[in-house]
Structures are given as C-alpha cells and as structure tokens.
C-alpha cells in the first residue's frame, strides 16, 4: 500500500446500490472497501432498520475488513444508526472499532451531527424517502442532539429508493426547505443525491446535506484524508479532522 494512502471501509445494508456515489466523494489517495450486512426480509420502515442496525451484525461486518487495516470505518446506514436514538448510534460505533481495533468509527447519523456542527446551523429543514413513522424518528433523534428540525418531509416509500430520480429529489427539497432552516438534510445512503446538491445549495442560499455526503465526510476526517474540492459547502467547513 502506497504510504500516502487512506483506506475507508464502508459498511452498508444488504438492499444498498450506490456504491458508485461513494466513489465520486473519494480523492484519488483513498481507497474504499464496502462490505454489506446479512439480508432481511420487509419493507423500508422502522423495523428494517432495526434488524440491519443490530450491532453484532455490524461487528461481524467490520471483521470482514480488519485484514486491509482501514484507517477508518463508516457505517453506512441513516436508518439504521437514527433508529433507536443516541445511545444505539454510540452502540454501533463501539460494536465497531471493537471489532476492528485500529479503525476509527463512524456512522451516517452521528457524522449529520457532527456536520451541523461544523457549519454552526442548528435549525434544520429534514427530507426523508422513508414512511412518516420513520422520518419522526429522525426529526427525534435531531432534536435529541440538540438541534432544532423545522421541518419534515416524507415521500412514503417503503422500496425502490435507489431508483428514485433528481427530480424527484429536488421536488423532496422544495416540499422539505423551510424560511427558518439554516441546513437541509436530504436522508437515506439509498437515496442519489451527488449531483443535486450544488444546484440545491445555490437555489436556496444554505447547506443542503445528503447521507452519502455525509457519511464520507466524517470517514474521510476520521481517517486524517484530505476532503477533495467539491463545491458544497459543507466540503468547505473549517471543522478539524477526527484522526
């Protein structure tokens, strides 16, 4: 291995299918290594995201990537790591660096957290592809942490997010942007947002956030890479990096 190089190992649900977005967020000095959690059976609600949230599948995950010796390991999953609230997403990141010593652990909901942090926003405008009693989770799990959502918007899926289209995507925005909203938060790592965001972010003049956005956001500051040159704003925050 080049030793300029950053390996990030991604941990994903088993239905995921943007692996190829992920790339897009990745400099050329890293290298990503994604690995996917047992399947199960249902619909995208809140007991889907209970089952591929459980922390021993995670921990089994994260074994899969301890022989390349990632620098850190992302778990990939809004859903999954907002779920059961603050406590749980702390669950799976210790399930996960115990399982993986030497890899530092992130996951999509704590790194929103940390990127509302590192842009100053508190109040927040929220945009789910998921059912309401999912999407309420989020918003709980927000306020939690000590932010403020101002709004809530669901498209009501229960599948198929994965071949939901950028205008829907935008249309997600506009029914979720509110004039008090400092940040937007577009949620689900199932859910294409690449390259929506900086029209998004120009439209409506603040930070417009995705999963996947920020997912590899907080891996690449966990494994000490330096963040590519993107547009969006969030790649432009003077936040320090974890590692």
């Given at each position: 291995?080049?030793?300029?190089?950053?390996?990030?190992?991604?941990?994903?649900?088993?239905?995921?299918?943007?692996?190829?977005?992920?790339?897009?967020?990745?400099?050329?000095?890293?290298?990503?290594?994604?690995?996917?959690?047992?399947?199960?059976?249902g619909p995208v609600g809140v007991e889907l995201a209970?089952?591929?949230?459980?922390?021993?599948?995670?921990?089994?995950?994260?074994?899969?990537?301890?022989?390349?010796?990632?620098?850190?390991?992302?778990?990939?999953?809004?859903?999954?790591?907002?779920?059961?609230?603050?406590?749980?997403?702390?669950?799976l990141r210790a399930a996960i660096q115990e399982a993986s010593p030497g890899a530092w652990a992130v996951t999509t909901s704590g790194a929103l957290l940390e990127a509302l942090r590192a842009l100053g926003v508190r109040r927040v405008a929220l945009g789910t592809p998921y059912v309401s009693a999912l999407g309420v989770l989020l918003a709980d799990f927000v306020r939690a942490a000590g932010f403020e959502p101002v709004s809530l918007a669901n498209l009501e899926l229960t599948g198929g997010i994965a071949d939901v289209a950028e205008d829907e995507v935008r249309?997600?925005?506009?029914?979720?942007?509110?004039?008090?909203?400092?940040?937007?938060?577009?949620?689900?790592?199932?859910?294409?947002?690449?390259?929506?965001?900086?029209?998004?972010?120009?439209?409506?003049?603040?930070?417009?956030?995705?999963?996947?956005?920020?997912?590899?956001?907080?891996?690449?500051?966990a494994a000490g890479a330096t963040l590519p040159d993107l547009p969006q704003r969030l790649f432009r925050a003077t936040a320090p990096t974890v590692a």
């Amino acid at each position: 291995m080049d030793a300029s190089e950053r390996r990030i190992g991604v941990i994903v649900p088993f239905d995921f299918a943007l692996d190829r977005e992920y790339w897009q967020w990745a400099p050329d000095d890293v290298s990503l290594h994604i690995t996917r959690t047992p399947p199960h059976s249902g619909p995208v609600g809140v007991e889907l995201a209970r089952a591929v949230s459980e922390t021993g599948e995670a921990a089994d995950a994260a074994k899969t990537l301890f022989e390349i010796k990632p620098e850190a390991i992302a778990y990939a999953c809004t859903s999954g790591s907002f779920v059961d609230g603050l406590h749980h997403e702390a669950a799976l990141r210790a399930a996960i660096q115990e399982a993986s010593p030497g890899a530092w652990a992130v996951t999509t909901s704590g790194a929103l957290l940390e990127a509302l942090r590192a842009l100053g926003v508190r109040r927040v405008a929220l945009g789910t592809p998921y059912v309401s009693a999912l999407g309420v989770l989020l918003a709980d799990f927000v306020r939690a942490a000590g932010f403020e959502p101002v709004s809530l918007a669901n498209l009501e899926l229960t599948g198929g997010i994965a071949d939901v289209a950028e205008d829907e995507v935008r249309s997600l925005a506009e029914a979720a942007h509110h004039p008090e909203a400092e940040a937007l938060f577009l949620s689900c790592t199932n859910l294409r947002t690449f390259d929506a965001l900086p029209a998004l972010e120009a439209r409506y003049g603040i930070p417009v956030l995705s999963a996947n956005q920020v997912t590899m956001w907080g891996a690449l500051r966990a494994a000490g890479a330096t963040l590519p040159d993107l547009p969006q704003r969030l790649f432009r925050a003077t936040a320090p990096t974890v590692a």
